[in-house]
Each structure stands twice: as structure tokens, then as C-alpha cells.
């Protein structure tokens, strides 16, 4: 292999071209700076991409357009014309034991399909955890059990959280479940029923409607890419990132490796989105070991979707998507995107997305397509949802490195790499959601990636406040008149954090 030279007019170069790399380009360009982005992968998104396969598309998970950043909002519909969104209604439910329960939980509807005599078993349930409150509300079991009882709880929280972190509730602290299921309790619940509300405001996380782009949010980030080329910015796609060169003080030069050949990047700025752990590791000179340490104990969960092609008659329910509670069954969650998107799909047919988390190189991630087509048919005809002699065709999308891993050291491993680059690069900029091993949505990813840009120019912005609330809401409040604007990039204007602390994982 032999190193070649780089565009010397392209001095900013940006690693990934996911939602915040591509944002970070769009905005350069905006005022006139070219860059140079390099991915990896041969599909630009990231996690936010749209997959096709013979003409079908599906999302990994599902991506709804909305945010409380108006900065977001704007280059939204900077991007994509109005006509390419769609206004689609939110609908998610749980599957439970052949029924579908409200989300989030309503008294009426819950107690009702539970049967009149394991209804008064959950009540009976929580009214002793009333009387003796668990010991451990610390942590997520304890906490739940407290203002559900044990019954709701294990019909619908501790399944299904296992299924998404891997570890038992009863291992996790509470402060996540506080987040998500902020104000709810069975007796909210029950008053909730009797007197509800439109968009259901006083709960977390509810909205009632969503923007969604036509073809999915693929459409975004591939017209995304269109743009910045028009703007002079190269996106070099294949070309995966194997040194960061760095020199007095400062990043210098990104080397990219595509075909088995290198190519040398000049680089005044590097906006990266890559893994912020094999940030570190490309570094050249290397890290000191204990910068290195750092890194390495830095973990993410996986993803896998086995997307199966189904007779549009054989799908009567009409949500998004769906939680699977059983646990009997591995997949966490069923996309329905025929309810996304009309245009995700053929006439007369549709696509269900089976969710699984997983670990890169474990049973399910390394089993073929076809055994994994087989399994998640097999799983709908099991669940009672759909004759597994219906399902057509089937395809299996794996993204690695799709959740940052929070355990008890994380932050402190983040810190420690965040001051080694401010004293050894600090022309390079972690952003987005593995480049900052944050939790990210894909408007915090856009949200850090536009601060960024503007303190490549003067701003001083703390790029990592954003998204670091205790609570996450998606309720979109607007100051009251007069009140003064809150400063980009404060902790005051984050967008909300959404994952909880974890066993501390123990490397195989």
C-alpha cells in the first residue's frame, strides 16, 4: 500500500457521514468551506440511514422526525421540500399474551385485557407494595414495583427491558426508569383513564404526531450528501479511517484506506463521528496507556433487524410499531412500515422489522440470513401474530456499535479522552452519537455537529451539554412571551438523555 497525496484545498475533514458529519459538511459549505468527508460504510445515515432491498426499504428501528432544537428543525426543511414529508399519526403499543395494551399504560385498558381476576390480583399487587414499598427504589425493579406492584411490573416492564439492556432490571438504578415513566403510576394511570388529555402532556416521551420523509430518513441524509457535493465537499465512500496523524499539538492529517490504498488528508479540523474508542486507537503517534485503557473499556450493544415481506391483508393492526413483552419470543420490537410510509413498501404487500439487540459475534449476529428469516418468521406464527407460511421473502440488516454502552466508568473513560485530545489535538471535534459515546438522537447528533461548525468560526459553545437533562421530554413548549432566549448548547437547551447505567461488562 502506498500513501498518496490529499486535496490540499479540502483542509476540514469530517469522519463518517452519518447525520452529524453530513450536517457538519452541509454547514461549512453553507459559508463557503469545502471538507472532505470519509465513511466507512457504502450507504450514508449512519444509524439513520434507510436500507433498500429489491425495492423494498426499511429503517434500522424506526426514526421520527421530531425535536425541540429549531436549529434542526430548520435544516430539516432546508433539505427536503415540504412535499417530501409526511405527517404521520403515532401509534405504539404492547403485544402481550395475544392482546394489544395501550402505551402508555391505561388503567381501563390494561386491568380489562388482563382478565378480570388477574386485574384484581395487580390490584391487590400494588396496593401491598403501598403498604411495604420495596427496600431497593434505587435501582429500576424496586422503583417500578413501587407504583405498579410486582404483577404490572412483570407483565410489562422486566421482559422487555432485559430484551433492550441485557442485564436484569433489578441491576439497573432507577434514575433511567424516572426518566421514561415520569408521573406514572397505576393510580396516574387510573386517573389518566377517567380524564384524558390530548397528546397526553403531563407523560414522557409522548407525541401524537411526527414528520417522516416520504422514502424514510434515508431520503434526508442521501439528499444531504447531493447538497454538499453541489457545495464542492467530496464524499468518499468505502474509505475507512486507519490514522489520524498529529504533530505539535494538533491534529495534522487524516489517513483513509479505500481498495487496499491509502490516501493523506491535510487537515487544519477533524469533525469526527466515528466510534470515539477507535478515534483513539488510529491516533499516530499512539495514546498513552492510560488514555488507551480508557478506550478500550468503552463497550456499545448491536443491533439486528430481520425485515420480513408479508401480504398486506395479513397486517390488520395499524401502529408504527409494537413492544413484545413475551419472553418467550427473542425480538423486542415489531416496525410495522407500511405505517411509516406508504412508499416503503409495494402495493399489496408490507414489511415487518423484528428488532433484536445483540453482541457482534455472538449466536444471533453470526447466524445466517436465512436461519434468522426463519427464526423471526417463526416467532410471528408464535406470538399469534401472523401464519409464518405467509411471510414471502426476507432480509437481515446488522449495525454494529448502533447503542453506547453506559456503564459506571464510562464517563470517567470519556473524560479522560476528552482531556488527552484538548492537550494533544484539540483541532479534533468528537460529535454525534458514537462520537461522543452519548445516547444520541439524531437531532442531539445534528444539534452537536452545528455547534461544532460555529466554534470552528469563534463560538465557544459546549458541545457536550447538549443532551445531558435528567428528564427527556418530547413535548415542544415554547418560552413564554418575553422570556429571554436560553444560550445554544447550555445544559438549559439539551435535548434530553435516554439510556441507563449499566453492570460494568467483562471483556471475553
Known sequence: MTDQPGDLASDVVIIGAGPAGLTAAYELGKVGRRSTVLEADDVVGGISRTVERDGWRFDIGGHRFFTKVAAVEAFWHEVLPDEDFMLRPRKSRIYYRGKFYDYPLKASNALGNLGVVEAVRCVLSYAWARVRPPARQDMYEGWLVARFGSRLYHHFFKTYTEKVWGHPPAEMP????????????????????????????????????????????????????????????????????????????????????????????????????????????????????????????????????????????????????????????????????GSWSPFLVKEGRNVLGLEYTVEEGDESWSSPDEVLVRQGAAELGQLGL???????????????????????????????????????????????????????????????????????????????????????????????????????????????????????????
Open 386 to 508: 401472523l401464519d409464518p407460511s405467509q411471510v414471502e421473502a426476507g432480509y437481515v440488516v446488522r449495525m454494529p456499535k448502533a447503542y453506547p454502552y453506559y456503564d459506571q466508568d464510562y464517563a470517567a473513560n470519556v473524560d479522560r479522552i476528552r482531556a488527552w485530545l484538548s492537550s494533544h489535538a484539540p483541532n479534533v471535534f468528537p460529535v454525534g452519537r458514537n462520537g461522543m459515546h452519548r445516547y444520541n438522537n439524531q437531532d442531539h447528533s445534528m444539534y452537536t455537529a452545528m455547534l461544532t461548525v460555529e466554534n470552528l468560526f469563534g463560538a465557544s459553545h459546549d458541545v457536550w451539554s447538549v443532551n445531558v437533562e435528567d428528564e427527556y421530554h418530547e413535548i415542544n413548549q415554547a418560552p413564554a412571551a418575553g422570556a429571554a432566549a436560553v444560550a445554544p448548547g447550555s445544559s438549559a437547551k439539551g435535548t434530553g438523555r435516554d439510556a441507563p447505567i449499566l453492570p460494568k461488562k467483562k471483556r471475553t
Open 174 to 337: 432507577a434514575d433511567w426508569a424516572a426518566q421514561r415513566v415520569k408521573n406514572l403510576s397505576l393510580a396516574s394511570a387510573v386517573i389518566n383513564a377517567l380524564t384524558p388529555k390530548r397528546n397526553q402532556k403531563q407523560i414522557t416521551s409522548l407525541i401524537e404526531e411526527f414528520q417522516y420523509p416520504r422514502l424514510g430518513p434515508g431520503m434526508m441524509w442521501e439528499r444531504c450528501r447531493d447538497l454538499v457535493e453541489e457545495q464542492g465537499t467530496k464524499v468518499l465512500m468505502n474509505t475507512r479511517v486507519v490514522r489520524i496523524r498529529h504533530s505539535g499539538g494538533r491534529a495534522v492529517a487524516v489517513v483513509g484506506e479505500h481498495d487496499g490504498a491509502t490516501t493523506e488528508y491535510p487537515a487544519s479540523a477533524v469533525i469526527s463521528s466515528m466510534p470515539i474508542n477507535q478515534l483513539v486507537q488510529v491516533m499516530d503517534p499512539p495514546v498513552p496507556e492510560d488514555v488507551r485503557r480508557a478506550a478500550d473499556a468503552l463497550y456499545y450493544r448491536d443491533f439486528l433487524t430481520v425485515a420480513l415481506v408479508v401480504p398486506e391483508s395479513a397486517v390488520p393492526w395499524d401502529d408504527n410499531w409494537i413492544y413484545i413483552h413475551d419472553p418467550t419470543v427473542k425480538t423486542m420490537r415489531i416496525q410495522n412500515f
